[in-house]
């Protein structure tokens, strides 16, 4: 019973602990504001190949939906469970996506 | 007797601080330590990757097996959704305060930073509708070619996503101007506040991959 009140107790303080800390949201938004610019502007200015394109296009996405999932949805400050949570969903959209490219660019027998 | 509540609670003093999440709006007592309403918005959110997988999936496979596939800048207003795409930052930095205010205990704040989410998501909503509308007067629709098609299945989606975001920002805004959210018992606004940036998130990944390349 003891240890059952004190199992509370421990959560009640880790939620606490994690309602009280926040990040600076404005700097999360400059970044994610930069971020933008700087993909407007590569996709729009300049004219590489097209597969680096889409790779520092994407990667670039990748960097702001991480920061918009650590720090607004704040993940970070989570429990690691409801990461994995969400993390096992991910890797099941990567490779329902990369399963799908591979069926397009792999040669077919 | 409620098996459920002996489950959770069971007989013998509780102590004030294991009541924390009953005392926040959660109700009982949760086993996993995450409130049950925002676990629900978590596993809803797990779901909704799945949904937009599947359409973004769609889109790259449809992409990649078709040799003409039109250049996204030819035809759709890159700097106008790039507009866009701002105002739905913006609207996340917004919800984020109105959670940060109401955890201080500010309702002032509060109101004022769901009031400007609210505004800034009409204000994507209406963008996304003047562009549909300039696309179809110019011809470009679902029928045209499987760009119209993949594109206006997608964006229209996500557009729905924010419609029904919307919506539940106005009643959680109708809530906050009749003081039913205090320093103690905010849940609502957090989770509306998970799903708006998950909306936020889902439009990062869209913006990119339908309009950039």
């Known amino acids: 019973m003891s240890n059952e009140i004190s199992h509370r107790e421990e959560l009640a303080e ?51 939906a991480t920061m918009v999932a650590l720090f607004f949805m704040h993940l970070k ?24 490219i591979a069926e397009q660019v792999l040669p077919r027998p | 007797m409620d098996h459920t509540a002996a489950a959770t609670f069971p007989a013998g003093p509780v102590p004030p601080r294991a009541l924390h999440g009953a005392a926040h709006g959660h109700g009982e007592e ?61 609207s996340s930095v917004t919800m984020v305060q109105a959670l940060a205010s109401i955890q201080r205990g500010d309702t002032r704040k509060l109101k004022l930073f769901l009031c400007l989410t609210l505004l800034f998501g009409a204000s994507f909503l209406s963008v996304q509708v003047i562009e549909y509308w300039k696309l179809l007067h110019e011809g470009f629709n679902p029928h045209v070619s499987l760009f119209g098609s993949v594109f206006f299945t997608t ?51 869209l913006f990119t991959i339908i309009y950039l390349f």
């Open chain 1, 14 to 64: 880790d939620e606490e602990r994690r309602t009280h800390q926040q990040p600076n949201y404005m700097t999360i938004f400059w970044w994610l504001f930069g971020l933008t610019v700087v993909e407007v502007s590569y996709s729009a200015f300049t004219h590489p190949p097209k597969l680096i394109l889409m790779t520092v296009l994407v990667g670039l996405a990748v960097i702001k």
């Open chain 1, 77 to 100: 400050f989570e429990r690691k469970s409801l990461g994995i949570i969400f993390a096992s969903t991910l890797i099941l959209g990567v490779i329902l996506v990369s399963v799908g």
């Open chain 2, 30 to 90: 949760p086993t996993t330590g995450i409130p049950h309403d925002k676990m629900g918005m978590w596993v809803f959110l797990c779901s909704e990757v799945m949904f937009f997988t599947g359409l973004i999936g769609s889109y790259i496979v449809l992409r990649f097996g078709s040799p003409n596939w039109p250049h996204p800048g030819n035809t759709l207003n890159i700097w106008l959704t790039a507009g866009n795409t701002f105002l739905l930052i913006c």
């Open chain 2, 155 to 205: 964006t229209g989606f996500h557009g729905f996503h924010v419609f029904c975001g919307v919506v539940c920002m106005a009643f959680v805004t109708g809530k906050a101007f009749l003081g039913k959210y205090t320093q103690a018992s905010h849940q609502g606004i957090e989770t509306i506040g998970l799903y708006w940036h998950f909306v936020d998130l889902v439009w990062i990944v």
